[in-house]
């Protein structure tokens, strides 16, 4: 060999020596506690410790959402990932043979899968005793939601399950994982980010084998932040009692200040059967069944005649109608070749406007809406709050519907027709309304102030420290002048002391209020909206049935019942002690 090709030899030689060399001394000093910290990746593995939610109480402190532990059943998914077949496929057997079933899980996340939930303490035992078989097997504790009053306040509570995949992709840059649990109607989906809490887990060293050593790191989790709510528990359940199982909704508030009070849906759901994953399946047939995933309270239908009021105020402040005016109800109005109806057939013959709501005249209504044209009723009933979101803490509110002319041009490509104003009068035709914005419809006469309704009253850390305040808020003055809301208070006071709801009356606690039957396929819908007591209004209340038929039937009955248990409980507790008192004694 010539020295050339031994200089060529040894300059090769020296060239991937200090390759090797420099790579070397990368690998080992300017990159090495990256791949230490690889490798002890590698040998630890995380195990997740979910946060508990936070509670959920109502204004007096009672618990209304809570969590309680069960056991789950998980596996490492890195563990049974062996070339092994055998080994896994015995592992999993002896699983199924202790839990008597099939196993079968994707193992598709790096992180501990579920495999079975809320399992027996006896199962968990049984686990526990036979782990040294079980490798990759882990029995866990996890808090899960409970609902101590089940379906009660269902809908205002709302409920929780697993992050889907669309709200993962929004809410992923929050601190969302796949897998983790989110609230999906009402407080729960709401404040989410206040009830969730902050996940805390265990770093576990694995042998080759995948099986536990020794724990690494552990840190605690910390629980998710407690909400106060404006609901009175006890005047919800009286609410859900007095609502009984009839389709419709209920919507307690304080006129005063926007707290809702009480707010019931029915049919409703016991959130509690989320506790364990529901498929899509049952899913629809449950919501198949009456629908009672939807929040009736926050849903749109036609007013009928709880409308009347927005018409009354809309023409006393257009002045459409001399002071002394009266009209003549012969139980049906003529207009050109149409012929529209009164609900009294035999008609009330001569009647001011005043008593036209009292007695809930038609053919005084049909007149003022015809008067008055859809543009000033849209003025009047938008300055109510009609037509958009009342902005409530919850979701699923509807925003309804106030027509006016233009809405119908483009809509419809059509004029208005003075038929179509008869009846926007009435509250039927176009117009569709939620009970909740209703309720504070009545509020605002009742008080002489628009409020914002609201349910969260605070929020609290477990320290204690306040995260969130509600607040009372008032969005606008009563569209009614202080005579228009005389004229409308007097009306709806004799509407229950005299007239059609007389059904709502009760002894030692004067109230206010208007029934409403709303045209619908079938049966129609009863309305019955009141506030009470009459000079001092503390609670109005908003009553719908679907298909009851009459509001001073169904409906009002239903806010009979809660008037009276807000009497014995809240105007005249020690009555009520009193009488308690007396009849254990007997």
Known sequence: MDNNKVKILNIVFFVIFGVLFFRLLQLQIFDGATYREMSDENAAKIVLSPAPRGFIFDRNGKIMVENRPVFVIQVLPQLLATKDKEKKERILNKLGQILGEEIRFKATADKPIIVKDNISPEIAIKIEEQKNELEGVIVAVRPVRYYPYGSAAAHLLGYVGEIGSSDLINMKDQGYRSGDLIGKDGIEKVYDKYLRGIDGGKKIEVDVRGAPVRLLASVDPVPGANIRLTIDLDLQLAAEKALGANAGAVVVVDPKNGEILAMASHPNYDPNIFINAMDNEKMNALNAKRHPFMNRALAIYPPGSIFKVITLTAAIQENVFKKNETFYCPGYYRLNNRIARCWNENGHRTINAQEGLTQSCDIVFYELGRRLGPDRLAK??????????????LPQEKRGLIPTTAWKKERFGQEWYEGESINYGIGQGYTQVTPIQMAMVYSTIASGDRMKPFIVQEIKDRSGKIL???????VAGSPAVQATLEILRKALFDVVDRATGRAAKVEGLPA?????????????HAWFLCYAPFNDPKIAISSFVEHGSHGDRSSAY??????IWYKAHRIDPSAEAQSATEESSD
């Open 468 to 474: 969130y305040q509600g607040k009372v808020e008032k």
């Open 512 to 524: 206010a209020g208007k029934t409403g039957t709303a045209e619908n396929p079938g049966l129609p």
């Open 558 to 563: 239903v806010a009979r019942d809660i008037l």
């Open 380 to 393: 009047y009933a938008v300055a109510f709050g009609l037509g958009e979101r009342t902005g409530i803490d």
